[in-house]
């Protein structure tokens, strides 16, 4: 089975820029999405296809996929933005959608 | 805009079934998007159960094939799951979400459901 690991947590202050990582076998092949999710609330889609991103999310959020990671960058993080973040796939291998372990991103 | 709303008992004996369903408002369960079921133990990660198109059409999770089973109601527009022989470890918030219309390998959940937690204990 396909696994994406993330850190367990990534901590910035406010105005500066946090970087989530996605690691995975050759993921630069795959497509990867991004999810927030803040206490108590569903996940809401913040990236699709690496780095297109939904209407309504700011451009404060980008991603890229090479290689063997995928990364997550919050530019000029606000208080708003902790929460957890998860990335996903679809593994081929096995035919189903695999989520990443989860970063929380802590606004200091 | 499509919303989804779950909804089923919260509390489910162990070796029972859990029964859920999706509720979809603002679109048509018949559109070209495939529709999902994602469970979350409390404190854990989320973890996808399966998909269902208008059709019929299914697939699982391979961890969990042998337990769960998929369904669509048109006429309802809805969806629902069913997880057999649960256990403790089956505790968890459950979310229905729709997946874009894209091939396979790019597919992402969006939106989801508001998720509704299931509790299995005697």
């Known amino acids: 089975s396909y696994v994406l690991t993330q850190p367990p947590s990534v901590s910035v202050a406010p105005g500066q820029t946090a970087r989530i990582t996605c690691g995975g076998n050759?993921?630069?092949?795959?497509?990867v999405h991004w999810y927030q999710q803040k206490p108590g609330q569903a996940p809401v889609l913040v990236v699709y296809d690496d780095s297109d991103r939904p209407s309504g999310i700011p451009e404060r959020f980008s991603g890229s996929n090479s290689g063997n990671t995928a990364t997550l960058t919050i530019s000029r993080v606000e208080a708003g933005d902790e929460a957890d973040y998860y990335c996903?796939?679809?593994?081929?291998?096995?035919?189903?959608?695999?989520f990443g372990t989860g970063t929380k991103v802590t606004v200091l | 805009q499509v919303q989804l709303q779950e909804s089923g008992p919260g509390l489910v004996k162990p070796s029972g079934t859990l029964s859920l369903t999706c509720a979809v408002s603002?679109?048509?369960?018949?559109?070209?998007?495939?529709w999902s079921w994602i469970r979350q133990p409390p404190g854990k990660g989320l973890e996808w159960i399966g998909e269902?198109?208008?059709?019929?059409?299914?697939n699982y999770n391979p961890s969990l094939k042998s337990r769960v089973t998929i369904s669509v109601d048109k006429s309802k527009n809805q969806f629902s799951l069913k997880l057999s022989s649960v256990t403790a470890a089956d505790t968890a918030v459950y979310y229905c979400?729709?997946?874009?219309?894209?091939?396979?390998?790019?597919?992402?959940?969006?939106?989801w459901g508001q998720g509704t937690l299931v509790t299995v204990s005697s």
């Open positions: 979400a729709r997946m874009a219309s894209a091939a396979v390998a790019a597919r992402w959940f969006d939106p």
């Open positions: 269902i198109y208008h059709s019929g059409s299914t």
């Open positions: 603002g679109g048509s369960i018949s559109s070209s998007n495939w």
């Open positions: 996903q796939v679809w593994d081929s291998s096995s035919d189903h959608y695999v």
């Open positions: 050759n993921i630069g092949s795959k497509s």
